[in-house]
């Protein structure tokens, strides 16, 4: 087995790759108990991961995540090209089945750097980051 670069996987390969390292303490190192927790791990992410999934989100939830705006959404849910989670009066969406916009980013994910010496200043007063 080689060493596998978690860093560089995504989230959802991860319990492959538990599983893929228990399989080999098992048959090479007869290290049972260490493949044990490994293999406990893997179906933990994978159960946390599909509650990630089920979670509704508001249409002003699943903005940033998905790169389209509220309109936009609303449209799509009115459309039935994707499912409503909510009801008649509150739409919302299932992080899994947001739609991504190309090249959008979780803004989560990306850093926010100060574009003046103001903010730069206001973000040690406040303790933003």
Same mark, same amino acid.
């Given at each position: =087995?080689t060493a596998v670069?978690?860093?560089? =996987? %995504? ?7 538990? +599983? #893929?390292?228990? !399989?080999?303490? $098992? ?6 108990? &260490? ?5 406990? &791990?893997?179906?933990? *992410? ?6 990630? @999934? ?10 940033? #995540?998905? @790169?389209? @705006?509220v309109d936009h959404?609303? $449209?799509?849910? $009115?459309? %039935? !090209?994707?499912?409503?989670? @909510? ?5 919302? *969406?299932? $992080? +899994? ?5 190309? %090249?959008?980013?979780? &803004?989560? /994910?990306?850093?926010? *750097? ?5 903010? /730069? ?5 406040? %303790?933003?980051?």
């Amino acid at each position: =087995m080689t060493a596998v670069n978690t860093l560089s =996987m %995504g989230l959802a390969d991860l319990p492959t790759a538990f +599983r #893929e390292r228990a !399989t080999f303490l $098992r048959e090479n190192a007869a290290a049972e108990q &260490a493949a044990t927790a490994w293999e406990k &791990a893997a179906t933990e *992410v994978e159960l946390a991961l599909r509650a990630h @999934g089920l979670e509704a989100l508001t249409l002003r939830e699943a903005t940033p #995540e998905c @790169g389209y @705006g509220v309109d936009h959404l609303r $449209r799509l849910i $009115r459309d %039935g !090209t994707i499912p409503n989670a @909510g009801n008649d009066r509150e739409y919302r *969406v299932l $992080r +899994r089945d947001l739609p991504k916009k190309p %090249g959008h980013a979780v &803004a989560s /994910a990306r850093p926010q *750097v100060a574009s003046s010496r103001t903010q /730069a200043a206001r973000a040690v007063v406040t %303790g933003e980051e």
